[in-house]
């Protein structure tokens, strides 16, 4: 084991920090820098409870080692809203209720924002497929794809 | 975690230096796979060499005489460049079926391969548009053509300090199409229960078969031929009676296990169905 020293951007902030070797990045997320809001599920790269965007491309923070991040850009759902302004996005959830206890939430948010950054009309067949790596086990799934269709409705408006 | 070092080289030179190190040395790519066996202690390191910042493994590009993919180029990556490119619809498909979008961002087709899972997607579509391995290591280079890559579930012919540089693909003939599909119980993020790729190449005027490659995944100890099948294929017109015939011969190329995903019998009469499907859709991309 060692400790490596990295510099990386999390949700615009830059950070010199002392990682170990063998942490992850979702270790290092949470109980480093204290950004909570990217949680823990399956820790095998299932659930997607964990993902967060690293240089734009959504990942399991789970299966990133946080040595890997030096140099790297990482956004978490904290990093969403711009000074208490939520995007559209999150707004899209909380409108169409498209969460229940919301510790998929986060995971689902930072995917969607990936799904519609690449594909901004996405049909419902597509959101069901490019989300199927975020599991919700409240919701039975119909709100969340509705809350991604508003979503791409708010995108194309604003 | 075991306790494990990590660097990240940013030269082929010294990463092979630090993979001929004493002790486990253990390759990092997309580590979907290999952090998780780390985790939960299926594989052991002593050092994690994370080969992502060496710019002859993130190339892929193609020419005339085919496709080379950079070991460490991730599903998506290789999706997008062949679905844009063409000529490897197999691969562009079964590229897109690995994992979730998030496991395809980080996940490379090289690892996928050096994975070395009997089920791996990727690997039958890379073994009908006959991929050699090109590996590297401190004491020289070798070109190894993909079906002879395996060695058992897990288990590759790479040697301590050796890993897979690039795969080359010949570029396909006019008149050859390609597909692969698995069967799953779900409709996305799932384990082949058995996964079949089919090329072939015909002679417009004729009908006849020119060339075959047909490859199964989940149904042996590694990724398979099935060289019967594609003997047959071979010279003889394709038609619906060729295709089952064909696809019953694909069946004796398979000696799956039976297990939680399912039946060594069951396994059989996917390889069957799937066969058939691939080859219609092969065609159905010829006319």
């Known amino acids: 084991m060692s400790k490596k020293q990295i510099k990386t951007t999390v949700n615009g902030v830059e950070h010199e920090i002392l990682v170990d070797s063998t942490w992850t990045l979702l270790e290092t997320l949470r109980d480093q820098l204290s950004l909570t809001g990217t949680k823990e599920g399956c820790s095998n790269g299932n659930c997607g409870a964990c993902t967060v965007l690293v240089n734009g491309k959504s990942s399991c923070s789970c299966l990133v080692l946080a040595p890997e991040i030096d140099g790297r850009e990482v956004t978490t759902v904290e990093g969403l809203a711009d000074h208490g302004h939520l995007t559209p996005v999150q707004d899209a959830f909380v409108e169409n209720s498209g969460l229940q206890c919301g510790f998929c939430t986060p995971g689902f948010m930072i995917a969607t924002t990936a799904l519609l950054s690449e594909n901004p009309h996405p049909s419902e067949n597509e959101i069901r497929l490019k989300l199927a790596g975020n599991l919700c086990r409240c919701t039975g799934y119909d709100k969340i794809v509705r809350s991604v269709q508003d979503a791409a409705e708010r995108l194309s408006k604003a | ?205 004729s009908g006849v078969v020119t060339k075959a490659r047909i490859a199964l995944a989940s149904v042996a100890p590694t990724p398979v031929r099935a060289y019967a099948a594609e003997e047959f294929l071979e010279g003889t017109v394709i038609d619906a009676a060729a295709i089952d015939e064909t696809a019953d011969l694909a069946v004796g190329s398979a000696v799956p296990i039976t297990d939680v995903r399912g039946s060594a019998e069951y396994r059989k009469e996917l390889i069957r169905v799937l066969t058939k499907r691939t080859l219609n859709i092969c065609l159905e991309r010829l006319a």
């Open chain 2, 1 to 205: 975690m075991p306790n494990f070092d990590y660097e990240a080289p940013t030269s082929l030179e010294s990463a092979l230096e630090m993979l001929a190190r004493p002790g486990e040395v253990r390759p990092l790519v997309g580590g979907t796979d290999v952090i998780d066996q780390l985790k939960s202690n299926r594989r052991n390191a002593d050092i994690v060499i994370d080969l992502k910042r060496i710019p002859e493994l993130l190339n892929i590009e193609a020419n005339g005489s085919g496709l080379r993919i950079g070991s460490a180029v991730s599903c998506t990556d290789v999706h997008n460049f062949t679905a844009e490119n063409g000529g490897y619809p197999a691969l562009s498909e079964s590229a897109d079926l690995v994992g979730s979008i998030h496991i395809q961002n980080r996940a490379s087709v090289g690892g996928n391969v050096c994975n070395a899972a009997p089920s791996a997607d990727t690997i039958p579509a890379l073994l009908i548009h006959e991929a050699i391995a090109h590996t590297v290591s401190a004491s020289g280079a070798r070109e190894i053509p993909l079906i002879d890559f395996f060695a058992g579930p897990g288990q590759t012919v790479l040697q301590k300090g050796e890993i897979l540089k690039e795969l080359v693909l010949p570029a396909p003939s006019a008149n050859t199409a390609s597909a692969y599909l698995r069967f799953i119980p779900r409709n996305e993020m799932d384990i082949a229960v058995a996964g079949v790729g089919s090329l072939i190449e015909v002679d417009p005027s």
